[in-house]
């Protein structure tokens, strides 16, 4: 089993950046890949980006493309995604998961934390 928990979320003003975090225990993190995910009211969950187990490989949605970044720290059981020119549209819960595939599809991730409210003002 893997414990995701997120955090770094909150109220940003249009053109504002934020950084949110995952912190992860149980069994060893480091051999799983990480992807972080997002949900609007009413909207379905969409992917937003995915890391692979040792942070070489990162995959984006065209939507944050160049102004989010993934990242990971692996000796902190830590992924990271740092989200700058936020604007009102990438107002939603944002939410990490961990997987054995480095994928945009939200069904092939085992684990899930609980989510994190990103909320954009215009």
């Known amino acids: 089993q893997v414990q995701l928990v997120e955090s770094g979320g909150g109220l940003v003003q249009a053109g504002g950046s934020l950084r949110l975090s995952c912190v992860a225990s149980g069994r060893t993190f480091s051999s799983y890949a990480a992807g972080w995910f997002r949900q609007a009211p009413g909207k379905e969950r969409e992917f937003v980006a995915a890391i692979s187990w040792s942070g070489d490989s990162i995959y984006y949605a065209d939507s944050v493309k160049g102004r989010f970044t993934g990242s990971r720290d692996n000796a902190k059981n830590t992924v990271y995604l740092r989200m700058n020119s936020l604007k009102p549209e990438d107002t939603a819960v944002y939410y990490c998961?961990?997987?054995?595939?480095?994928?945009?599809?939200?069904?092939?991730?085992?684990?899930w934390g609980q989510g994190t409210q990103v909320t954009v003002s215009s």
């Open positions: 998961a961990a997987g054995r595939s480095t994928t945009v599809w939200d069904s092939l991730y085992d684990y």
